[in-house]
């Protein structure tokens, strides 16, 4: 057994950090609209990563993607890769597939009868498992840059995958992970710099020891995040536990780490200007989009307690 | 990444398997640990019977005693021994603390006294770390070492030390050279517990039993060939014990949650299977737990490539501590109204579990560690 990151693994977390770094750098104007640039995307594999080489993916699995979509979440890269890779993928057949690597269709998947980016992707992974067109009249959620919509066409087409619920619910863990662990570091960095008092408050216990338990919400959050991408890359059959026990942890962290920065940073950090807004509004998504921590625990209680039994 | 067993882990593992079927005895699993370990003679021998089948100090090095194996093993272990519910080694101190010190400090002489008798459970250890002023603040230390020749003469007094009432040994830190500035003027000694001088008091803790006591020292002669490390060098061996507390202990750590895990589990499936809050917290502390041992894991595997344990290792006794509080405390409130009665278990488990964020760094320090240390925030002193 070995649970650390491979070499190749890290390179690729620190090649999605520095490219998402130089196009999403948390000073750019989020009020503008922002390209996706998918494009670029495609061209350095990442929408084609568990993709298979004969159909023109990088041959790699879910817990490479998985390391994308944290950095993801740290940088708060706009575009729907969650919605095409994390959420629709699994249900592609070879031809679709071959599209997403290429960069020329975007997809996402209806949740619980909602369609998150439905205005921007070309199709759309229905409930029933069939595929449908994107396009449509959209809704503002309580994140700016993931609008959903409902699906109003009759009918769809037939898809040759099936719909992955832990591989959905693993990649909102895996972003989670790094929008918490990016209001952490936004929160230290202003403790170590910000003096109040005569001294930075990052010396007073108050502010200390909230971040040192966030910084443990992270890591944990970090650590079943992992074990989910693992069990459904492998097929493990703990897939279906893991990726709810992550899905419910770190939603509930990225949430509660994104609150404490908001109060180390004091005024400043309820301000529109600052970013961390941005970031909490996308842990709340993640929170709500799908089953929510409750529904989570509940799906868990049930695997390792076993059904309830009628009174 | 890879969380399957390699061919050699396979192996260790079913081997373990079949020698615990083989020699631990259905009427000694399902212990609750603690004080209790020492109640008759099943505790000493059943460590020796550990450390003759090869399974004390697998990664201690085979000339002192170990197996040399690799830390993946000592995980496995930890895993196949909490699934077989077997009681742990005796020498808990000695395994954790003094062992890995006298291991990096220690001379050839020290490390041949010593090392296998720790594995063997010849040798109990205990540690004399905390005094009535210096509990967090380690460096404050009073106890007098005071040169005289060949030996050390220790005068003072320690507290919190756990099995001393039944120690052979003591690894203890005191103030050698008392004009020095704070840090360099302390040293690191091994006592033998016989010499005369030592006197051990027991304090009975909240559960009634008593694991940790007093040890007061009047005029204690130690030779100074006792010493570990340099005379004056106390501080830096000292953090080296600190960090094998600290760093190695969560596998060890989880193992028990688990064993605690599994019986709330099975409380709510006979008591409380249908209320749905109970059920929320119980798979809650099911999600806590694994968070918990996948922690473990990727400290291990950085461990493994690099020689230094993760960073993220530090969130671990932190986050168990408080975890065994709460979910023992579910326990006692699953058990409904025979709650409040002493079952033997969850009673002492949740009385014990109060003492948890205090021992082996309150989780006060360990949050300054944190804060300081891995997040790089101003240091408060």
Redesign the interface.
């Known amino acids: ?6 070499t190749e ?1 890290q390179e690729l977390k620190q090649a999605a950090r520095a490219w998402l770094s130089e196009w999403y750098p948390l000073d750019r104007d989020f009020d503008a609209p922002q390209d996706d640039r998918w494009p670029e995307l495609a061209e350095l594999g990442w929408l084609g990563v568990s993709v298979s080489e004969q159909e023109g993916g990088v041959g790699l699995g879910f ?1 490479e993607e998985a390391l994308i979509l944290e950095e993801m979440g740290y940088a708060l890269y706009p575009g729907p890769y969650l919605a095409t890779v994390g959420l629709a993928l699994a249900a592609l057949g070879p031809q679709e597939r071959a599209e997403v690597a290429a960069g020329t269709t975007k997809w996402s998947a209806e949740i619980k009868g909602l369609v998150p980016w439905l205005g921007s992707v070309d199709r759309v992974v229905g409930m029933d498992g069939l595929a449908h067109d994107g396009g449509g009249q959209e809704i503002a959620t309580v994140d700016p840059d993931r609008p959903a919509g409902r699906l109003e066409d009759g009918g769809g087409t037939q898809l040759d995958g099936s719909r992955d619920i832990p591989r959905a619910r693993a990649a909102m863990a895996a972003e989670a992970v790094g929008i918490a662990q990016r209001a ?1 570091e936004l929160a ?1 960095a202003y ?2 710099t910000r003096e109040q008092f005569g ?2 408050i ?4 108050a502010i ?2 909230r ?3 966030t ?2 919400d992270v ?6 995040a ?2 989910a991408a ?1 069990c459904v890359a492998e097929g493990d059959e703990q897939a279906p536990v ?1 990726a709810a ?1 992550a899905k ?2 770190a939603a509930e962290a990225a949430v509660t780490a994104c609150e404490r920065s908001i109060q180390v940073h004091g005024g400043t950090g309820f301000t529109w200007e600052h970013p961390l807004h941005r970031f909490y509004k996308r842990a709340l998504w993640l929170h709500g989009t799908g089953s929510r921590p ?1 529904e989570l ?2 799906e ?2 049930d695997a ?3 059904a ?4 | 990444m890879n969380l399957r067993d390699t061919p050699e882990e396979a192996a260790f593992r079913a081997e373990l398997r079949t020698w615990l079927d083989d020699n631990l005895p259905e009427e000694r699993r399902g212990g609750r640990g603690g004080a209790q370990r020492f109640d008759d003679a099943f505790g000493r021998e059943w460590s020796r019977k550990l450390y003759d089948g090869g399974y004390a100090g697998l990664t201690w090095p085979k000339e002192y005693g170990g197996a040399g194996a690799p830390y993946s093993f000592q995980a496995i272990f930890y895993e196949e021994t909490t699934r077989a519910q077997a009681p742990s080694h005796v020498g808990v101190i000695g395994l954790g603390m003094a062992g890995p010190t006298i291991m990096t400090h220690g001379t050839e002489e020290q490390k041949q006294a010593h090392l296998s008798k720790i594995l063997s459970a010849e040798e109990i250890w205990c540690q004399g770390f905390s005094e009535p002023d210096a509990g967090s603040d380690l460096a404050a230390a009073r106890t007098r070492m005071e040169r005289r020749g060949d030996v050390f003469v220790l005068n003072g007094q320690k507290v919190w030390s756990s099995f001393a009432h039944v120690a052979d040994w003591c690894i203890l830190i005191g103030q050698s050279d008392p004009d020095a500035p704070r840090y360099k003027g302390l040293s690191y000694m091994m006592v033998d517990m016989r010499s005369p001088g030592v006197e051990v008091r027991p304090l009975r803790q909240i559960t009634g039993e008593s694991e940790f006591n007093e040890i007061f020292f009047t005029d204690v002669e130690v030779p100074a060939e006792n010493l570990l490390g340099e005379e004056g060098q106390g501080w830096q061996v000292a953090m080296t014990t600190l960090l094998h507390e600290r760093g190695t202990l969560g596998f060890a750590l989880t193992a028990a949650l688990e064993v605690g895990v599994d019986r709330l589990i099975g409380l709510a499936r006979d008591r409380a299977n249908g209320d749905a809050v109970a059920r929320d917290r119980v798979a809650q502390e099911w999600i806590e737990l694994q968070a918990l041992r996948y922690t473990n894991y990727r400290s291990l595997g950085t461990y493994q490539r690099t020689g230094i344990p993760g960073p993220e290792g530090s969130a671990i006794k932190l986050r168990w501590s408080e975890q065994n509080q709460r979910m023992t405390k579910l326990g006692r409130e699953l058990l409904g109204e025979e709650g409040i009665l002493d079952d033997g278990w969850w009673h002492h488990q949740q009385l014990r579990s109060r003492g948890n964020t205090i021992e082996a760094g309150t989780s006060e320090v360990l949050r300054n560690i944190v804060a300081e240390r891995v997040l790089g925030l101003p240091k408060g002193r």
């Open positions: 057994m070995d649970f650390a990151l491979t693994q817990v952490l230290v403790a170590s001294k930075p990052g010396v007073y216990q200390s020891h971040l040192a338990d910084y443990a890591e944990l959050a970090r650590s079943l992992y074990w693992w893991a026990a419910a942890f409750t625990r509940a868990i209680a390792v307690i076993g309830p039994v009628p009174a």
